[in-house]
């Protein structure tokens, strides 16, 4: 089968998003300060991406290994109230999330970058990378963004999802 009809089908079902922060949102870079405080960059594009799903009905999850009120903060601005920071068990955390929200994980995106997020990349229906994924996550993904980590791939992703859907 050809891959890219594949993952056009599996971008048709998509019904929720679920992603990784570092690597993913971010580009995978901390920025320490002189106090010890660690500052991360994200893309503008990408959460406009993610505004527009939420107004378009998908489900958005973020789970993550690491904690950052920054991060925290940045995406219930974006709206996203389904945050999982500090985890580390991602698995459990899917489960108890999708099981919590009646999310599908058969029709939902998972966006990982690193082998943290292998197993539960595994867990879903459709798992995306960014370009500069690790090359594990990239051969279990169904679609890997052209984009990488922090400079557009959740954009990229969603907006593919949405235009297949007519939503965007």
């Given amino acids: 089968m050809d891959p890219e009809v594949h993952y056009y089908k599996l971008f ?6 679920i992603m990784d922060v570092d690597g993913v949102l971010t580009d995978g870079s901390v920025l320490l300060t002189d106090s010890g405080d660690e500052l991360r960059t994200m893309n503008i594009r990408d959460g406009y991406a993610l505004q527009l799903a939420i107004k378009r009905g998908f489900s958005i ?33 899917l489960m108890q999330i999708a099981d919590a929200l009646k999310i599908d994980l058969t029709t939902s995106v998972y966006i990982g970058d690193d082998i943290p997020d292998l197993e539960v990349m595994q867990l879903c ?28 791939c959740v954009r990229d992703i969603l907006e593919k999802v949405m235009k297949l859907q007519s939503k965007w």
């Fill in 12 to 17: 048709k079902a998509t019904t929720a998003f």
């Fill in 61 to 93: 999850v973020v789970i993550s290994g690491g904690r950052s009120e920054g991060v925290v903060r940045r995406l219930n601005r974006l709206g996203i109230k389904n945050i999982a920071g500090g985890v580390d068990d991602k698995p459990m955390a």
């Fill in 125 to 152: 229906g459709i798992p995306c990378c960014p370009s500069d994924a690790a090359s594990e996550v990239i051969d279990i993904s169904k679609y890997v963004s052209p984009w990488a980590g922090g400079k557009g």
